[in-house]
C-alpha cells in the first residue's frame, strides 16, 4: 500500500511538472490499423408521454466482461484480438461491456497486491479511472487498447498522456483520480473490481465472459476454454444471439 502510495505520489509529482497536453477529441474508436470505427452509444431519450401498453419493451443487452491485469501479454492479446474488434462490430445498445481486474486483497490493509507489482497496479487503477470518467467504452476501452498496445510500458507518463490525448481523455482528470485521497480512491476502485473477479471464481488473465459464463481464456499465449471460437466474429454472433433469446427477436 506504502509502495503504491509512493509511486502515485511521484508520479503526481512528475504530472505537475508537465506542461497541459490538450485532449483531442476521439473521432474514432480504433486506430488507423483497424477498421471499423465503433458506434457511439445512443443517449437514452426524454420522454414527454409514457408509451402505449404492449408497444413499450425493455431491452436487456447482454453482458460481457473480460478480466486483466494492465501488465500481462495474454490480456494485451485478449483486448487487442478479441475483445476491442468485436466491441467495434457490435451495436453498443445490445451489450453491456465491463472490464475487471485480477490481483489479491492484502491482508490486514486496505491496499491490492499484483502479480506484476505495483507498476501494474497504479496501471489498473489509471484504467479504472478512465473507465470511472469516461463510461462510453469508445473512450475508456480505446484508452486501455492503446496502453495495452505497450503494456511493458505501463504506467510511464508519456504513455498515458498520448493514449489520454488519442481517446479525448483529460489527462488531469486522470492524475486526479489517480492521485485524489493519496491514491486511495483509486486504490478502492481497483480493490472493488478485484473483488468482483474474486466473487466471480475468476483467476485467470485474461478470461471473457459473456452472460456470466466462460466464453474464452488467454493463457501462457494460446486460447484456452474457447469451444465457440476464439475469433471476434464468433464473439459477435454470441453475443447476438443470446440478445436476440433474451429479448424474443426472431
Ligand atoms: C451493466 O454492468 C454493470 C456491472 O459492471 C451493472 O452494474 C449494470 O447494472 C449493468 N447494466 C445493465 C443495463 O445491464
Ligand atoms: C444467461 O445465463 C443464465 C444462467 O446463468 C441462464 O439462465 C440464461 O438462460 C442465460 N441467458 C441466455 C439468453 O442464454
Known sequence: MLGISLIVLI????????????????????????QTPIQAPDLP???????E????????????EAHIMSKCPDARDCILDQVVPAM????PKIVNFTLSYIGKVSEGDDGVECMHGPNECLGNILQLCAAKLYPD????????????????????RSLIQECAAEYGIAFSRLNDCASKDDGGYGMRLLRDSVERTRKAGVTKSCTVRVNETIWCVRDGGEWK????GAD???LVDHIQDLYNTKNGVK
Open 45 to 51: 431519450k426524454k420522454q414527454d408521454t409514457l408509451p
Open 225 to 228: 476454454e474457447c469451444d465457440g
Open 53 to 64: 401498453p404492449g408497444f413499450f419493451t425493455l431491452s436487456a443487452p447482454v453482458q460481457l
Open 137 to 156: 467504452p469508445k473512450q475508456y476501452l480505446g484508452f486501455t487498447y492503446c496502453t495495452m498496445k505497450q503494456y511493458d510500458l505501463i504506467p510511464q
Open 232 to 234: 471476434p466474429k464468433a
Open 11 to 34: 508520479w503526481h509529482v512528475q504530472t505537475l511538472l508537465a506542461r497541459h497536453i490538450p485532449a483531442s477529441n476521439a473521432d474514432t474508436y480504433l486506430d488507423s490499423t483497424h
Open 88 to 91: 467495434s462490430q457490435l451495436d
